[in-house]
């Protein structure tokens, strides 16, 4: 006897939207869902990193294009949008990974800051999936996929801008999950701990970096933007058709001090 639902996964030709693709996780995020025979649409607001994303995709075999958007801007949102839904159709996967991390403290944080923080990590991952939802919604089958941060949990000393957004992107994945289930679309987070990449390079060098990974994590290492594709690629295949509205830590066993 069957009980009717569906279970599905990422399929080849199927599109996926990366934003910030042009960046550390972006870039292995594109080249990971190529290689497993998606489309990838590369969303991001550095020109040239975003197109050279497309470039390796594609030397790689892969189809890739290069969508300028600013994240902060809901028109270009909507246009980017709406040129991804002319050129391909309704995406399978949509995976909000860019973010931003200005970093002050509490006292130090202009509020404006604090609000064009939570606008990129939060307001635009909405703005995002509200653009592409009536689309993949009418396709009866879809995932999202938000890059949240093991700081969601732990919070950040310098960083309660990017703490509260990441937070909030969790609370807003389970939401959607619990809205679009019914329609067949499974959203999870991904809660990623420090990796190497430009965004804590922006803070620290990077031997300081992996010295860190050797010194406090469990595995001896800092993550890599490949170890981020590979759980994204299992939670947009049909071995994670039974999972939504989860938040999934990949932090090499780091757990939280106080
Ligand atoms: N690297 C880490 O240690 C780490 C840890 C936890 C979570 N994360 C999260 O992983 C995701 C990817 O981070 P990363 O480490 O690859 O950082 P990154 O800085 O390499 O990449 C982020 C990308 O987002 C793009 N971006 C920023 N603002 C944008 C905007 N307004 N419009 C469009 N694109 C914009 C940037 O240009 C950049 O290419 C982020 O959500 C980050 O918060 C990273």
Redesign the pocket.
């Known amino acids: 006897m069957s009980d009717g639902v569906a279970r599905d996964g990422l399929k080849a030709g199927d599109l996926v939207v990366v ?2 693709g ?5 870039r292995a995020l594109s080249l990971r869902f190529a290689r497993d025979g998606a489309k990838v649409a590369v ?4 020109r040239d ?1 975003g197109e050279e994303t497309a470039r390796q995709v594609r030397e790689a075999g892969g189809e890739a294009r290069f969508f300028p ?4 801007q809901p028109a270009e949102i909507e246009a980017a949008a709406a040129a991804v839904l002319d050129a391909y159709g309704a995406p399978y996967c949509v995976i909000n ?5 200005p970093r002050a403290s509490v006292l130090d944080m202009s509020g404006e800051t604090f609000e064009r923080t939570l606008r ?1 990590n939060v307001t635009a991952p909405f703005l995002v999936v509200k653009a592409f939802g009536r689309a993949m919604i009418a396709q009866r089958r879809g995932v999202v996929i938000n ?1 949240s ?3 969601a949990m732990q919070g950040a000393a310098g960083g309660a801008n990017y703490a509260s957004s ?1 937070g909030a992107l969790l609370s807003f994945t389970k939401s959607l999950a619990l809205e679009w289930a019914q329609h067949n679309i499974r959203c999870n987070s991904i809660l ?4 190497f ?4 390079l922006e803070a620290t060098s990077a031997e300081e970096l992996l010295e860190r990974g050797r010194r406090t994590i469990p595995l001896g290492r800092v ?1 890599y ?1 490949d170890d981020v594709a590979g759980l994204a690629a299992f939670l947009a295949s049909a071995d994670a058709a039974y999972m939504t509205g989860q938040g999934l830590a990949m932090n090499g066993g780091r757990v939280f001090v106080p």
């Open positions: 934003t910030g042009g960046g550390g996780f972006g969303w991001e607001v550095n990193s958007v600013d994240l902060s990974n860019a973010s931003i991390y990129v890059i941060s093991t700081i990441k990623p701990g420090v990796a990449t430009a965004q804590p993550g933007p």
